[in-house]
């Protein structure tokens, strides 16, 4: 089973709302990965959980908050976003735990957010 | 130098076609490299790894030119099905990893 769940698939959120998104896995994988895509762009790397321990933390702004509550799940945690980070966010694991991550990525299918 | 450089294209190939793109990296550190698929409005999947000189799968094949800094993607026999954006990724183990901006397959029947 190489599959990695996210929910919700869509979501739709108020600047002053707070909102959560989650990923699940169950491969046994040791990274986890939280990117933002924008349109015609590529997954820009946000964060990077190792060993449920937070590696990489790509200077993304404090309203976005990760959580790992164990090796199976990661949040993202949302809260006073801004218009300009409605994206696409993708999950991602790997079975290597590595502190900079590992290019082979499992993706969930990511949830699609605006922010109004 | 950019990290990772892909030509965006769009590569426009007709049915059966063989096509090849360049990915160049800067980092002379990357051991591993990756290619991925994202279909339109979907996530990134893992089409090709290559650990060593290159890899090879049914169709596809990847070359590694580690003097130059390229990795090459060639796909022979081009499906309607290959309509597809491709990003490259280097790995070099413990730096945060950067995805090629991609470049855009169109396969015409």
């Known amino acids: 089973d190489t599959e990695v769940t996210q929910t919700p698939k869509h979501l739709v959120m108020g600047m002053t709302n707070k909102k959560s998104l989650k990923c699940e896995q169950h491969m046994g994988h040791r990274a986890m990965y939280w990117y933002k895509q924008k349109a015609k762009k590529p997954p820009e790397l946000m964060f990077v959980?190792?060993?449920?321990?937070?590696?990489i933390n790509e200077s993304v702004p404090s309203r976005f908050s990760p959580e790992c509550p164990n090796s199976s799940l990661l949040n993202l945690h949302l809260h006073a976003l801004q218009p300009e980070d409605s994206a696409l966010y993708l999950c991602?694991?790997?079975?290597?735990?590595?502190?900079?991550?590992?290019?082979?990525?499992?993706f969930g299918p990511g949830t699609r957010l605006t922010v109004t | 130098r950019k990290e990772v450089e892909q030509d965006p294209g769009p590569f426009n190939v007709p049915e059966g076609a063989t096509v090849a793109f360049n990915c160049t990296y800067s980092?002379?550190?990357?051991?591993?490299f990756f290619w991925y698929r994202q279909d339109c409005r979907k996530e990134p999947k893992l089409l090709m790894s290559v650990y060593s000189s290159g890899n090879e799968d049914g169709r596809f094949t990847a070359q590694l030119n580690r003097a130059s800094q390229y990795i090459s993607l060639l796909i022979r026999d081009s499906k309607l099905s290959d309509s597809a954006t491709y990003l490259c990724?280097?790995?070099?183990?413990?730096?945060?990893?950067?995805f090629g901006k991609g470049t855009r397959l169109s396969v015409i029947a």
């Open positions: 980092n002379s550190a990357s051991q591993s």
């Open positions: 959980y190792s060993y449920e321990k937070l590696s």
């Open positions: 991602a694991s790997s079975a290597a735990g590595l502190a900079g991550g590992s290019g082979e990525q499992y």
């Open positions: 990724v280097p790995d070099s183990g413990n730096t945060p990893l950067v």
